[in-house]
């Protein structure tokens, strides 16, 4: 039951997860340095352009000297806030024009070139007119502290770390929680699955005890009243033999209290034999004859409301135990009576059939192909239900009420024949009524 | 106003940003002469206005040359494109003579009218200097003691020139193209 959990290391989707976390966590600082090798390339090249145009256009202020057009194009750059100064310089080297926010301009360029600061870049370009020097332009860009920049990478990488985090230890508690989930689920299919068998058996001991109660009872009342009938039986011969030949007025009497005491005899056989107190022995069997013969005892069993119909056209014999198949026979009348509570129509049937296909739900390496006498008992009843007709020969499956069936009936029944080297067919529709019939093999030496 | 000259003549070895009065003519024209080299950059003359592709741009002088050495000192070692710019004197209208820009000096206004006449519709640049009446396409100017230029770029077009926007942004006026 406390079956320990399989996996005692971390489940494969916290290693996915932190995997995970780590390949962002990479992917996150590679793109972080290119970020920045790209962000200050482009910066360079964008304030590197800007002095181009400067100087592009301020190559004829700066030829003509003309301050105040060259102050003119360096002012237009003050709206770029990210430039911390912008100058013009002439021919000579010397400041023109400019502007510079915060830092002081160099009075004297001449060298074109990208300098660094800290805090800002500096790009120097010459101006020029078709080919003609006239000076150099300076732009200053901002650039952002290394050191603010690097903090800003670092707490973008922090976020990226606790969120991979988070979601490997959430995905390691899932796991766990899910890993419960499926024991507890197994176990719990396991409880009802023991509960539904203990269920069962319980059912099944019931069941046999009461079966057991009953042998030993009608049994034991079946000898009694055995031995009771054969004293009666022998004090009437007696009797017959006291009276002699003044007995003649009487004969008819105690011939019929004998033959009432021979049938007395017969049903105690069969209580004998239910509760199998009688050893069973295989005999030549015509079945048609058994059912003839027990026709008083089925109709008496069945009672009036059901109309009984004999259609005996069997001739072939079998060999099987001629008490169990009565048994059999009345079990099945009562099963038919059973299922037909406000009366109805049964007919016993007995007839010579010849199998060359197995017969409807019986497996074909078990099927045998030959002659077979065949034994039919139909109602108009209830009927069955497909599942509770698959049902009808397990063993203590019943759907009379508690105490009334045993559930051994067709199951007896099943293995009687079986075990005869015969077949059992159950053949029911809801409503229209049942057909119970067992295919005995032919006795090959009756013919 | 004497600072402002000595900062001038500081600057003068390669830009003359302001000028004198009438007084200190030299410096005016030592301003002029450091201009004349500089308008050549923004310039373009159609390709039949020079013999080959390095075939140098050539100043003419017409007339006196009130300069002295300062032209040849300022166009010494320039270049546009390609070419070299040289510097001619003429004593006479020449029109053979194979000019790209022609200064017409102040001495001879009739001589000056007679030249700019002879080179309408030419591929020449006419510079007229600050005293005369008629105006070529470029001319010079004092204006509140500076040195200014006003551009007449009609009159460029019809000689099959085009100068750069950015000498027309400088100069002090500009007679546009199209105009009459």
Known sequence: MNRPPKNKGWSPSVIGALAAAAILLAAGVLMAVYQEQLYSSQQIKSVREQAQILAASAAAAILFDDRRAAQEYVDALRVNPELQAAAVYGGDGRLMAGFARGSRLPPLLTVAGTGFSDGYVDIAVPASQNGARAGMVLLRAFTEPAERRYARYAGLILLVTMGALVIAVLSFAQAQLSRRAQQLASVNARLHEEMEERRKTEEALRQSHKMEAIGQLSGGIAHDFNNLIMIVKGNLRLLKRKLGAEGDAADTYISSADEALDRAARLTQRILAFSRRQPLTPQRVNLSALAQGLSQLIRHSVGERVEITMRLNGAWSTLCDINQMENVILNLAINARDAMPDGGRLMIETRDVTLTQPPPEVESQSFVPGDYASLAVIDTGTGMPEDVRQRAVDPFFTTKPQGKGTGLGLSMTFGFVRQSGGYLIIESKPGEGTAITMLMPRDPEAA | MRLRLLAAAAAL?????????????????????????????????????????????????????PFGGKLEQAAGGTKSGERAIVVRRLAEPDPSASCQLIFLGAGDPAVAQGTLDAMKGRPVVTVTDSGLKAHGVISFLIDANHVRFDIDDAAAAQGGLVISSKLLSLAHAVKQRGQP
Do not use: M, Q
């Open chain 2, 13 to 65: 070895s390669c830009v003359a940003p302001l000028v004198p009065a009438r007084a200190d003519a030299s410096l005016e024209y030592a301003v002029k002469a450091a201009y004349l080299p500089k308008f050549i950059p923004f310039i373009t003359w159609p390709d039949s206005a020079f013999a080959s592709p390095a075939t140098p741009v050539t100043i003419c002088v017409l007339g006196d040359d």
